[in-house]
């Protein structure tokens, strides 16, 4: 086992350029199936390593693979409860949060020792605003496993989410340390975390050490790319920004991921390459808005901020929060309904996602703002500097 501080330390050593662990888990479970073709353990083993490969590259037809393994492998042993576990992971995957809740609660039911299917209620009551519910199911999975990496990472999440930096950082740190060395890509999206946690804290210098040491670890990685991108916007270095959310896009090709490049592309006065990427967004964006799996918190935003089509973001936003009631489902809208002039609307969202504790610089901002229309000025002053303590993209013109 390797500690974060030593991985950081040995950051330019050269990456291991071998088989990923998700492509290592496809190859063993196909072997697996060849040797025993009905052996359904190694079928569901296959569907999982697909999924995990879906996140290593951010490639869905992974997901499509997985799924189709699912589906047959239910078919000749219905009911599995291992099989059903993928399809809540792959349910999960595809941000169908209500299916993957229920699922989950029907699993949990036959097996309440289950740490796995908390961990499913976590992410999908996250997903869907049920705070206390995710607590609830985070803590279970420390309780009946303590130390474990997906326990601590979910309740690092939750730490971030009730506004305890810190504490969210320290959880992360200790998670990443119990992570077993070859599993690369899970290490890699640990350090990328850790980098937005410090970004979001305003710790610049510690967020670029950390999002550098995930590319390390895993070369190319489009969240650790990302990263990079909130980096060099909050330094203000526009061009080298384009250049990592360009990266990113060439090795993660979904709407979301265009967007930041081409509000990118505009601070660095590259007009033309700014509104070619929009155009492309815009598109790509509202074709698939009506999907659970969309870019519409991207969406909303290009709206209000680019397109200066409020109207428009409010018909996304009402739409996405039928979906999901999550603080920042809940700071779209509010924004959306704020650029549309509906400060009060506006307002009592923004104070029911504040309510959580969520410190993120953008829903700091965002209240400030509309503190502000409400004539609340001293809330709005003290809003805007807690805000202007982290990352805002907003704030930065």
Not at 18 to 39: C, F, L, T, V, Y
Not at 102 to 110: F, P, R, S, V
Not at 287 to 300: C, F, M, Q, T, V
Not at 354 to 367: N, Q
Request: proline share 4%; glycine share 6%; with cysteine.
């Amino acid at each position: 086992m390797i500690t974060l501080h030593t991985c950081l330390l040995l950051l330019t050593l050269s990456a291991d350029t071998d088989a990923s662990p998700a492509q290592i888990s496809i190859q063993k479970a196909e072997a697996g199936i060849a040797k025993n073709p009905g052996h359904v353990p190694y079928h569901n083993a296959l569907a999982m390593a697909y999924a995990r490969r879906a996140r290593e590259i951010s490639d869905d037809t992974y997901y499509g693979k997985a799924e189709e393994v699912v589906e047959k492998t239910l078919q000749k042993a219905p009911g599995d409860f291992e099989t059903l576990k993928v399809r809540c992971w792959l349910l999960l995957g595809r941000h169908e949060f209500a299916k993957a809740r229920e699922l989950a609660m029907t699993l949990n039911k036959k097996n309440p020792d289950d740490i796995t299917v908390y961990g499913f209620l976590t992410d999908a009551n996250v997903e869907l605003g049920n705070y206390k519910e995710a607590i609830d199911a985070a803590q279970w999975m420390l309780k009946i496993r303590p130390g474990n990496v997906a326990g601590l990472t979910r309740a690092a999440y939750l730490r971030e989410l009730h506004g305890y930096l810190p504490g969210a950082i320290e959880l992360m740190r200790t998670a990443y340390d119990a992570v077993a060395y070859p599993e690369t890509e899970e290490r890699a999206w640990i350090l990328t975390q850790i980098a937005n946690l410090q970004l979001t804290s305003g710790n610049l210098a510690e967020a670029e050490k950390y999002a550098t040491g995930a590319l390390g670890v895993f070369p190319g990685y489009h969240y650790a790319l990302a990263a990079m991108g909130r980096v060099r916007t909050a330094q203000k270095r526009y061009a080298d920004a384009a250049e990592f959310y360009q990266k990113r896009y060439d090795a993660s090709q979904h709407p979301e991921n265009l967007y930041p490049l081409g509000l990118a592309y505009r601070r660095a006065g590259k007009d033309a390459e700014a509104e070619r990427v929009f155009a492309q967004f815009e598109k790509e964006a509202v074709e698939e808005s009506g999907g659970a799996d969309n870019a519409n918190h991207e969406l909303i935003a290009y709206y209000i901020e680019v397109a200066k089509r409020p109207a428009e973001a409010v018909k996304i936003a009402e739409a996405e929060l039928k979906r999901r009631n999550d603080v920042f489902t809940q700071d779209a809208y509010a924004w959306a309904k704020a650029a549309a002039g509906d400060y009060a609307e506006a307002d009592k969202h923004l104070q029911s996602a504040l309510a959580v504790g969520v410190k993120d610089p953008s829903i700091l901002y965002h209240a400030s703002v509309v503190a502000k229309k409400q004539n609340r000025m001293e809330e709005a002053d003290k809003l805007l500097r807690q805000a202007a303590a982290g990352y805002c993209p907003e704030a930065v013109r």
